[in-house]
C-alpha cells in the first residue's frame, strides 16, 4: 500500500517526510497499458512521471493548502508537457504528451530542455476560489540550479524551493515500474517551531549545522535503497543517532476528477459549429481523459443537447408502474 510518513528531528529546525507510492503508481501504469500500445510512455517518461508523482505528494503533504497542487514541466523535446496533480486528500493522477522519439537514456535535459527553455512550474488551485481569487503560480527555469552538470527534477525542485519559499531542501527521488518514492528534508526557522525546545536560542549558524549535516545524511541515500527498502529501514539507517518523531502514516492513492460533465464543459466551449462539425465528420465526439484513460462518446443527440437550453430539452423515458 502507498504510504507516506511525515518526521521531525526533536530539539532541531529540521522536519522530513518520505514517500512510497506502489500500489497507486502501479494502477497508474496499468492505465495506460490498458489502451493501444502506441500510447505507453518510454521508459525515460515513466521515470520521470514517477518522480514527479512522488514529488509533488511530498510538497502537497507540506503546505497546509485546501486545492490541488499542480506541477508541470514543459519545454522542448519529445516532452511537450508532463503533469503531476495532487489534491489535499493525497489523491494523485500524472500524464505527459510526447511527440517524437525518445532515446532509452534520455535525461530529463533530453527530454524537455533540449535548448536550455524548460520550466518547471507549480500551481496551487484553491478548491473553492473567492470571488477574484486567482491560482498561485511559481516558475523555476530547468537548468537555473547550483549543482554542475545536467540538472535532475530533485535538483530544480531544491532550486524552487529555495527561491519561491525561502525553505534549505534536500530532496530525492526514484521510480521504477512498480515503485515511485521520495525522501524530503527541509530547514524550519527555530523561532515559533513546536520542535524546538522552549528557551533555546539557535543562530542561523547553528540552524544550518543542522541542517546540513542531516542533508548530508539524507543525500547518501541511493535510487536503489529508496525504492527496494521500507520506510522503517531507510529511517533507521539514515538517522540512528537522532532522536525522531514520527506522526501517523498517510495513504495516498491515485484518482482522476475526470467526468462526463467535465467534458460536457469543454465540448461547449468548443462551441456548436465546431462540435457540429466534428459530429458531421465522425459521427459522434470520443474523448479519451489523458490522465485515466476513462473513454466519453457523444453522439449526435447528445452532442446536440449540451446546446439546447434545459427547458427546450425533451422528457426523458418515464417508467409506468
Same mark, same amino acid.
Given at each position: ?27 497508474? *501504469? !496499468?492505465?495506460?497499458? @490498458?489502451?493501444? %500500445? ?8 515513466? &521515470?520521470?512521471? $514517477? ?121 530525492? *527521488? !526514484?521510480?521504477?515500474? @512498480?515503485?515511485? %518514492? ?8 527555530? &523561532?515559533?517551531? $513546536? ?127
Amino acid at each position: 500500500m502507498s504510504e507516506l510518513h511525515k518526521f521531525l528531528f526533536d530539539g532541531l529546525p529540521v522536519r522530513g517526510m518520505i514517500v512510497r507510492l506502489t500500489d497507486a503508481w502501479t494502477e497508474i *501504469l !496499468a492505465r495506460r497499458r @490498458t489502451e493501444s %500500445a502506441a500510447s505507453h510512455f518510454p521508459w525515460p517518461v515513466t &521515470e520521470m512521471l $514517477g518522480e514527479m508523482a512522488a514529488a509533488a505528494v511530498l510538497m502537497q503533504s507540506n503546505i497546509k493548502f485546501n486545492g490541488a497542487l499542480i506541477m508541470q514541466i514543459f519545454g522542448e523535446g519529445p516532452v511537450k508537457v508532463a503533469v503531476a496533480e495532487v489534491q489535499q486528500d493525497l489523491s494523485l493522477r500524472v500524464t505527459a504528451k510526447v511527440v517524437g522519439e525518445v532515446a532509452s537514456d534520455a535525461h530529463l535535459q533530453d527530454l524537455v530542455n533540449v535548448n536550455g527553455r524548460g520550466r518547471c512550474a507549480i500551481t496551487l488551485d484553491p478548491k473553492d476560489k473567492l470571488p477574484g481569487q486567482q491560482a498561485y503560480q511559481g516558475v523555476v527555469p530547468l537548468n537555473a540550479t547550483q549543482g554542475q552538470g545536467k540538472p535532475n527534477l530533485a535538483d530544480v525542485l531544491e532550486h524552487y524551493m529555495r527561491q519561491s519559499e525561502q525553505l534549505d531542501t534536500r530532496l530525492v *527521488l !526514484a521510480a521504477n515500474d @512498480t515503485v515511485a %518514492a521520495g525522501l524530503l528534508i527541509q530547514r524550519l526557522p527555530a &523561532e515559533g517551531e $513546536g520542535n524546538i525546545a522552549k528557551g533555546q536560542a539557535m543562530d542561523i549558524q547553528e540552524q544550518m549545522e543542522h541542517f546540513n549535516r542531516i542533508a548530508t545524511l539524507a543525500g547518501s541515500l541511493t535510487g536503489d535503497e529508496l525504492l527496494q527498502l521500507d520506510v522503517e529501514t531507510i529511517l533507521r539507517r539514515l538517522f540512528w543517532q537522532e532522536k525522531i518523531l514520527r506522526f501517523d502514516a498517510q495513504t495516498p492513492r491515485f484518482a482522476c476528477t475526470c467526468s462526463r460533465e467535465r467534458v460536457a464543459g469543454m465540448i461547449r466551449g468548443l462551441g456548436q459549429e465546431e462540435a457540429d462539425s466534428i459530429v458531421a465528420e465522425r459521427g459522434q465526439i470520443d474523448v479519451t481523459c489523458d490522465f485515466c484513460g476513462q473513454h466519453y462518446r457523444f453522439d449526435s443527440v447528445d452532442a446536440a443537447q449540451l446546446f439546447t437550453a434545459p427547458g427546450d430539452r425533451p422528457p426523458g423515458p418515464t417508467t409506468v408502474q
